[in-house]
């Protein structure tokens, strides 16, 4: 129970830290022209949406295999390596698609009543310079729950106090300059480095974490996701010439197309560079389905 208690503060106090940090930048967001508080909502709650889906539940998946192996050196980075190749492996296009068609997105889910067109481009400004982070922020949670693993909560509380300290000097000096999206970069900028000194303390204290294959898969993830992005963009001209692109149904049918026509992009080029993490996905999901049917026939 001491021991518990002992991992239960920090981890509490990070929790406190996250959302007095979350307090004083909606403060800030009060401060700028009107409406950046609800834009600045607005695009939090958008790029939050594949961080949960792929960053947090991975990482809440592979935290029981990470606390199983956790001071076993090999089986540990092993286990760590495929959660994050994983974790790119989805998490990359998603930036990609977000950046592409972050438009389309924000007109489909915001664009009705009062939201108007400057409204649009105050949050895909914002939301583009989350988009910038996605990759740091879905990756923190696992990161994190390494640490957890082999019983350290102090370290990832000090890292992520003072990458919050470094967020809100960044947004004080940013926000007069830029606005909203000047709080949207700092709150990015913070993550990448919160991101990158979780990595660099993991690696001093277990040594080399497989970041050659890391490097290589994600190499792979990012020349399709270009290949991605260019194809969307493609698309979604294409799509603007053929709907009335004043309606909810025209924007709604571009975005649609252009991004499954991304998607279909993605996956064929990670197939041609022989992605292993795409034939992961494939028989899992593979052998979930045919599990689903099975038990469905019996």
Known sequence: MRHIGKMMV???LSLAVAQINLVVMTVMATTLESGSLSVFNFANNLQSFPIGIFGISFAVAAFPALSAVAFEREKMIKSFSLAVRQ???FIVPSMVLLLTLRAQIIRVVLGTGQFDWKDTVLTLDTLGFFALSLFAQALIPLLVRVFYARRDSRRPFFIGLFSVVINLILAWF?????GVAG???AFSVANIFNFIILWLILRFKIGEMDEMKILISAAKFSLAAVACG??????KILVASLVDMDKFWGILTQGAVA????ILVYLAICYLLRSEELSDFYFGFFNFSLASVTSNLM
């Open 10 to 12: 920090p981890r509490t």
């Open 87 to 89: 974790i790119l492996f």
């Open 174 to 178: 940013l926000a007069p300059r830029m």
């Open 183 to 185: 709080l949207a970069l």
């Open 230 to 235: 260019a194809a969307a963009q493609g698309v």
């Open 259 to 262: 991004g499954v026509a991304g």
